[in-house]
């Protein structure tokens, strides 16, 4: 093996960056594993395997069991940085076209990399080696239900089926950092890592794998770095989509609201009148989720135009996906508001009317609170189209100069 960076072929290389803290005891295995698949790599146009240990300020013998190796290239951090660090600078030293990555445990096989290699080779940007996939694995119970549950919160939200997005066995083509970055120091960098591969329609593919128990203990907290990982993976898709989240709690929101206004409408007309405190109640909160959803409904089709606006290229983000309707929903917002506000003067109206014909206040608060809802929610609708047409106009400033400058020099 060749390890010196001028003689490495960048087109005929794969750089495996395996981060380590503390893993004293099974460091060297792991080592010997990875450098044992560099004949399967040759036959598949794999010229050189450069191997990168990234000590994350291991306080054990780690850092002198590497040493030892002399294929090995050791790169120190001397204090603690984090999982996602430790890669990170890997990524940065590997010489590779192909960068692939594992860790130290034991838990991955290294002899699964000529296949992750030739699915890059043949067109995978990202290739993940997928422990749900494969039928040896030894995953504990905790750990296949959070990882079933990532797996569907990932799918969910970037609109795309994904098996295992928190795999800490892949390989990837390095120019796609450009386009994924920036990306976490912790344990949550994997997961964050397949969220904003798959918005920014990078090509991922997932090869089964086998899995075993770790060596030693596991440094990964159920719960602390479980909410670490639903709080990145979120936020990393409000970058993104906020429209995806947003959305569908405000539609949520609205649901409740209309299926509380239904019950109402069929006890009205099955001449219930009387609410008691609790549909009094209901009926006031059912108010508040109608109002609240339009209201985060519509901020997430707002934030999808200033993603927009940020990475200067048109919205390509949904609710769904993909468009539902020819004409985007938001450009409906004008007249639906309108309509709304419009509804909400009669309703009121008419109660006046009514209240001025001595109807006792009782059998009318309740048209007087629709109506209130309707003048709120249409006058919020206009004011959200009025908003969102000016970022849409802000969004094409760039295409319309460019058109106006040529139009000027034909």
């Known amino acids: ?122 067109g995978a940007q990202l290739v993940v080696g997928s422990r749900r996939s494969g039928a040896d694995s030894e995953m504990p119970l905790v750990r296949k239900i959070g990882n079933f549950f990532w797996s569907s919160l990932v799918s969910l939200i970037c609109g795309t089926r994904v098996i295992d997005p928190a795999s800490g066995m892949r390989v990837f083509h390095k120019d796609i950092l450009e386009e994924i970055y920036p990306l976490p120091d912790g344990l949550n960098f994997t997961p964050v890592m397949s969220t904003r591969a798959l918005h920014e329609g990078i090509s991922l593919v997932e090869i089964p794998i086998t899995y075993k128990e770790r060596q030693g203990r596991s440094k990964l907290n159920v719960i602390r770095d479980g909410i670490l990982f639903l709080q990145t993976i979120l936020w990393t898709a409000m970058y993104y989509n906020p429209v995806r989240i947003l959305g569908g709690i ?37 108010v508040f989720l109608g109002i609240a959803g339009v209201n985060i409904f519509a901020l997430g089709v707002i934030f999808n135009y200033l993603v927009s606006l940020f990475h200067r290229r048109p919205v390509r983000q949904g609710l769904f996906g993909r468009p539902i309707f020819s004409t985007p929903l938001d450009n409906h917002f004008w007249w639906m508001g309108t309509l709304l506000v419009l509804i909400g003067i009669i309703i009121y109206c008419a109660s006046f009317i009514i209240a001025l014909g001595n109807w006792p206040i009782e059998r009318l608060w309740l048209y007087l609170l629709g109506a209130t809802m309707l003048l709120l929610v249409g006058f919020q609708l206009v004011i959200y189209w009025i908003i969102v047409r000016i970022l849409d106009e802000l969004n094409k400033r760039d295409i319309l100069v460019e058109n106006d400058l040529r139009g000027q020099s034909d």
């Open 250 to 286: 405000g539609l949520a929101c609205i649901a409740f609201s209309v299926i509380f206004v239904l019950i109402l409408l069929t006890m009205r007309l099955s001449g219930i009148t009387s609410l008691g405190p609790l549909g009094v109640a209901g009926t006031y909160l059912a």
């Open 1 to 122: 093996m060749n390890n010196s960076g001028n003689d490495i072929n960048k087109n005929n290389t794969l750089s495996v960056i395996i981060p380590v803290y503390n893993e004293e005891d099974g460091i060297a295995e792991i080592i010997t594993r990875v450098l044992a698949v560099h004949p399967e790599l040759y036959q598949i146009g794999i010229d050189v395997l450069e191997l990168i240990v990234v000590d994350d300020g291991s306080s054990d013998r780690t850092v002198e069991i590497v040493r030892s190796i002399p294929e090995v290239r050791l790169i120190i951090h001397p204090v603690n940085k984090g999982y996602g660090a430790a890669l990170k600078t890997g990524f940065s030293a590997g010489k590779g076209k192909l960068l692939g990555f594992l860790d130290a445990d034991g838990t991955y096989p290294p002899d699964f990399f000529p296949k992750l290699c030739l699915a890059g080779l043949n």
